[in-house]
């Protein structure tokens, strides 16, 4: 198998974390967003909007979109229940962190981290955060009252973790989210487990 990620992509480190708690052996090309490797018509053929991660499976299939690789990748373990139930509640968490969770964290991230403009893009910085703490005190209240967001660890902690972890870059005021900040040092106790960048 082959991941196409870069450096510091919490999307890509998403599908790291499942492959190292699974043990799989993959290999990984690092690619530049700077110099346009996500944007050859080679790459767009994978990712349609040009983004990592990308994984190319051994029958030479690729799928594109962090939550549907960690399906993929995940089906017939145990960190993808096949209880319908259960299995609705990690796609559940997984759909929220794409639509109301993983801007709002990335984007603030992005501007005070690695691009350094945290100070001149402070009212954008801001108006992210007003669009993610509530959804970090919905992901709170629920880690309050369960270890893992649904019964045990899944592909849906494994999917909300790297920018959750990383929120406190974007400026976020972590301090606020006691049952966070116990679950990423859960996850982070973890088998498996690795660093955004790993040695
Ligand atoms: N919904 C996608 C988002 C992927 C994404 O935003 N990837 C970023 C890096 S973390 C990227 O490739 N950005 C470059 C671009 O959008 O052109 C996922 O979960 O995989």
Redesign the pocket.
């Known amino acids: 198998m082959i991941l196409f990620d ?1 450096l510091r ?3 890509a480190w998403k599908v790291r974390l499942l492959l190292r708690n699974l043990g799989l052996a993959f290999e990984r090309k690092t690619l530049d ?1 700077a110099k346009g490797d ?1 944007k050859t018509p080679e790459y767009l053929a994978m990712s349609p ?5 990308v994984m190319q499976f051994d029958d030479g299939t690729t799928l ?4 549907a690789i960690l399906a993929r990748i995940a089906e017939d373990t145990e960190y993808f229940p096949t209880d319908p139930v259960v299995r609705g509640k990690v796609m559940e968490w997984m759909f929220f962190e ?1 639509c109301d969770l993983l801007k709002p964290l990335a984007i603030p991230r992005f501007i005070v981290a690695l691009a350094g403009q945290g100070e001149e893009k402070a009212d954008l910085v801001k108006q992210f955060q007003d669009q993610g703490y509530p959804m970090l005190a919905l992901m709170d209240k629920r880690l309050a009252a369960s270890d893992f967001l649904v019964d045990d660890y899944s592909i849906a902690d494994i999917n909300l973790y790297p920018y959750t972890s990383m929120a406190h870059l974007g400026n976020y005021d972590m301090d606020r989210f006691p049952a966070i900040q116990a679950w990423i040092k859960r996850v982070e106790s973890l088998p498996g487990w690795v660093p955004l960048i790993e040695d």
């Open positions: 870069t992509s919490g999307n967003l996500t909007r040009g983004q990592v991660p594109a979109q962090s939550p794409q």
